[in-house]
């Protein structure tokens, strides 16, 4: 018997739907998903006066790290903890299936997060985007990375509070290295180098060529398939990580 | 797919944790149809049997078939044919009733139609109608232990697996649960039930194997476990005073095999042929005490439990009252 995509699809959707249900779509969440790094960004950008392009995509960027990974990287834990994770596991879904869905449901919001951040703000600081295509794209790559990305914190931790400060852990380093304040180019060369190998740096270069280009550049298609391995590689960690814990 | 014959056929099944053997070579068959009980005490390895059957976790070794699928190589089409009720409701709080059977019905890949109708149908057999639209966290413990059970239900599975049904809930709906799932076996599931209330296998199963340390220890019908122990007779005795070892010089007594002390109470076991009720009688008057009870009991399934096992049958009961975690508060609004 071959893969049922189609299957596989649906039931992650289901689940992504449940989780929203559940999870994400709840003031205190969204609260803390925009405030958090608006406030970051604000306190760092607004006396250097930097050019609102690289504001809307550093903010952008930051606003789904923080949005996705708050909820994903404890969504699995609390399931594991009140036994609700049991229940998916006992279903006929694979483990793929569980954990695309899992994954999904910080994507939709990572999506829905950015856009409430990113369309007032162009409007107000009259920033043009130059091909809102290309930025949907790069914002939809990033919320499935950092969504996988909370799948694997979700799937080390055993507790709420290990899962907080793991991310925590990776979210605070990656803001500050990753171009999303300061320019990749202004900051020292080693720096640049562990900026490469951190997925908001692809984020925040994406959103920026997308919003200044108009055209699909070999930098913009780098990004979006750093980003794309990135995510694969999480999730596939984050499967083998579970998988061993359950067995 | 194989061994159609019997709804789980186990051979061989093994499970280690790292170093520490949980599940030990097992075998056993369950035939279709029937209520089938794994008995045995706290860590026996009752839930990882279980959790083995359901496709939750691999085994280390050996095999099982599940209605005719390899757990291990058909895992997905063995879950489509099963139901799994854990030993805790694993409802979702913030979810309603009918919410919570429809998400069930999703996973399980019941048609859209009629996802909805059978979710109400369960609600109604499960006397949950009038809650469908509330939070399950607004529900009592008995409420939300029969939506978990429907919720399992919502495929119309051909086995369903129950993991300590009615641990912690109160005696009505206990009462409730255990007519249920009769109800259920008589409309063809079989039930594969994990119990440490030893009444409870006794009322409802045809069929126990009991499991101590990872081994099944014995296997059989409730009357075959029974009949294990004939030839002994059972006397409960208590006197107007306990005086220090007591216990030992009962064990004394000619024809004496064993005694268990519960509070004041003991329960001697002795050969069938041994006139033990009068060397009783003549042990309490020799010390001075009167005999405030004395009963000869037929064997039950609870003797059957402590002889073959060697534990206390309280073990089983205390330790699971203990060890029963709270259930963790979920508000969906922890951040990190």
């Known amino acids: ?247 | 797919m194989t061994h159609l014959q019997n709804a789980v056929a186990v051979d061989g099944l093994t499970k280690y944790y790292g170093k520490l053997l949980a599940v030990d070579r097992i075998d056993f068959d369950v035939e279709q149809g029937s209520i089938f009980g794994l008995l045995g005490p706290n860590g026996a390895g009752k839930s990882t049997t279980v959790g083995m059957l359901a496709g939750l976790t691999k085994p280390s070794a050996g095999k099982a078939i599940v209605l005719g699928f390899d757990v291990t190589h058909e895992t997905i089409r063995a879950k489509q044919q099963i139901g799994m009720v854990p030993e805790l409701s694993n409802v979702y709080d913030e979810m309603t009733a009918l919410e919570n059977l429809v998400f069930a019905g999703q996973l399980y890949g019941v048609p859209r139609k009629e996802i909805r109708s059978r979710a109400k149908e369960l609600l109604e057999i499960f006397g949950l109608s009038n809650r469908a639209t509330d939070l399950v966290g607004a529900l009592s413990k008995g409420m939300k232990r029969r939506l978990t059970i429907a919720c399992a239900l919502i495929h119309k599975p051909k086995l369903l697996f129950l993991d300590e049904p009615t641990t912690g809930l109160d005696v009505q709906s206990a009462r409730l649960v255990r007519e249920l799932i009769r109800r259920l076996n008589k409309d063809g599931v079989t039930v594969f039930l994990t119990t440490h209330y030893i009444e409870e296998a006794d009322q409802l199963c045809e069929q126990i194997a009991i499991i101590n340390r990872g081994k099944i220890v014995a296997l059989g019908s409730p009357e075959k476990l029974k009949a294990r122990i004939k030839g002994v007779k059972v006397i409960e005795v208590s006197f107007s005073k306990t005086l220090a070892n007591m216990e030992g010089e009962l064990q004394h007594i000619s024809g004496v095999d064993e005694i268990h002390t519960f509070g004041d109470e003991f329960r001697v076991f002795a050969k069938e042929s041994a006139d033990i009720v009068a060397d009783l009688v003549d042990y309490a008057r020799t010390r001075g005490l009167a005999v405030n009870s004395i009963n000869t009991v037929k064997p039950s399934l609870e003797e059957a439990f402590i002889k073959i096992t060697g534990l206390d049958s309280e073990i089983m009961m205390s330790e699971k009252e203990r060890i029963k975690p709270e259930r963790g508060g979920r508000s969906g609004n922890e951040l990190g």
């Open chain 1, 1 to 247: 018997m071959g893969t049922n995509w189609v299957d596989i699809l649906i039931k992650a959707f289901y689940i992504a739907k449940k989780d929203a249900k559940v999870y994400y779509f709840k003031a205190p969440n969204l609260t803390y998903g925009l405030l958090m790094p608006v406030s970051l960004f604000l306190a760092f950008s607004i006396a250097g006066q930097i050019n609102p392009r690289l504001i809307a995509s550093g903010l952008t960027s930051l606003v789904i790290l923080f949005g996705t990974t708050s909820i994903e990287a404890v969504a699995i834990v609390l399931e594991k903890q009140t036994g609700t994770f049991e229940r998916l596991l006992a279903a006929p879904v694979s483990f793929f299936t569980l954990l695309l869905g899992k994954a999904l449901s910080g994507f939709l919001f990572g999506l829905v997060i950015a856009t409430v951040i990113l369309v007032p703000f162009a409007s107000v600081s009259e920033t043009a985007v130059a091909n809102p295509l290309l930025v949907f794209i790069a914002i939809a790559f990033s919320s499935l990375t950092f969504s996988a990305l909370g799948v694997l914190v979700s799937a080390y931790a055993n507790w709420v509070p290990e899962a907080q400060m793991l991310s925590n852990f990776l979210r605070f380093p990656m803001a500050f290295l990753s171009g999303t304040f300061v320019p990749l180019e202004l900051m020292p060369s080693h720096l640049e180098v562990v900026a490469r190998f951190l997925p908001l740096t692809y984020s925040v270069e994406a959103l920026r060529t997308s919003m200044t280009d108009s055209a699909i550049t070999p930098a913009y298609l780098l990004d979006i398939l750093a980003l794309g391995l990135f995510s694969f590689a999480f999730l596939a960690i984050a499967a083998k990580v579970l998988q061993k814990r359950i067995d």
